[in-house]
């Protein structure tokens, strides 16, 4: 199994540079085709304090100031990606997370940045890219320009996420020097070893040799991280959104502590 075709995003607020060749490696690790995207959005009519609104001269200035930008990520894009790799470009002016939801059926995987801020019109929405895309998300770490994934942590749980995630994750997993399938255990019982044991059993079905770990405690991002950070892993694997999402936003869980946090490389699907 490989990845075909890759899409990366191109933030319009962010240097283009880094994800980009981040882009690169990987078509070249995966023998892939790349796709580069780029989107944006112009804010509705809105009243503001004083009871303006927005009108439309404002917002074609916008659009005006869109295009442009995206002009300037594809020459970056189209300049950055060697002829050795056969690639193409996409933009539009509508919602970054919506382009790259419908984007998505063209690929096999989708590489984005991290958070940076919380304006939807220019800035992509992990969250509801992982649910909604159908493709598995790697969320790359902040600034970097490489994916190593020498050292990869499973974050698995019993759930169909966890299961599509590796599946997903197989390409990484069979290029790392080190995999381990690591799960918080809460009950402390036999379920969650035997459980371990059927995925190392799985992953080596596929050639992949896979250490298992229990991590005692009760289920939690910072501890799946302090013990990612414990085995010098560069990339964690995890199904997205175990819990609903509505739970997971007001009472905290896994998959948001992962969003939120910048320093690790992380992939995840749903």
């Known amino acids: 199994m490989s990845y075909k075709s890759i899409i990366v995003n191109l933030a319009i607020d962010a240097t283009p540079a880094p994800i980009v060749r981040v882009g690169i490696e990987l078509a070249e690790r995966f023998g892939t085709h790349l796709i580069g995207l780029a989107a ?28 442009k930008r995206l002009a300037e990520l594809r020459a970056e894009f189209e300049r950055l990606v060697p002829a050795s790799i056969t ?26 940045g991290g958070v940076d801020g919380d304006n939807v019109f220019r800035a992509v929405d992990i969250g509801s890219l992982a649910l909604g895309a159908g ?5 790359t770490a902040g600034n970097i320009e490489h994916i190593r994934a ?9 759930t169909r996420e966890a299961r599509r995630a590796i599946a997903d994750a197989l390409p990484f997993l069979a290029k790392a020097n080190e995999v ?16 371990l ?9 596929h050639g992949i040799k896979a250490q298992t770990e ?32 509505l739970r997971e936003w007001a009472f905290g869980g ?16 749903y």
């Open 40 to 67: 944006a959005d112009v804010p509705p009519l809105v009243a503001t304090g004083d009871g303006m609104v927005y009108e439309g001269e404002i917002m074609q200035i916008q659009r005006t100031e869109i295009e």
């Open 87 to 112: 690639s193409e470009w996409g933009q539009a002016v509508c919602s970054p997370t919506r382009f790259l939801s419908v984007s998505a059926r063209a690929a096999d995987l989708i590489v984005t």
């Open 135 to 139: 493709r598995p998300v790697l969320v």
């Open 150 to 158: 020498k050292t990869v942590l499973v974050a698995w749980k019993d």
């Open 180 to 195: 381990v399938v690591a799960t918080i255990d809460t009950n402390r019982n036999e379920t969650s070893r035997d459980s």
């Open 197 to 205: 044991d059927d995925v190392a059993v799985f992953l080596e079905h």
């Open 214 to 245: 229990l991590i005692a405690g009760e289920a939690d991002g910072d501890r799946l991280l302090t013990f990612a950070r414990s085995i010098h892993a560069d990339l964690i694997v995890s199904g997205a959104y175990g819990h609903s999402r």
């Open 254 to 269: 896994v998959t948001r502590t992962l969003i939120e946090e910048n320093s690790i490389n992380r992939f995840m699907s």
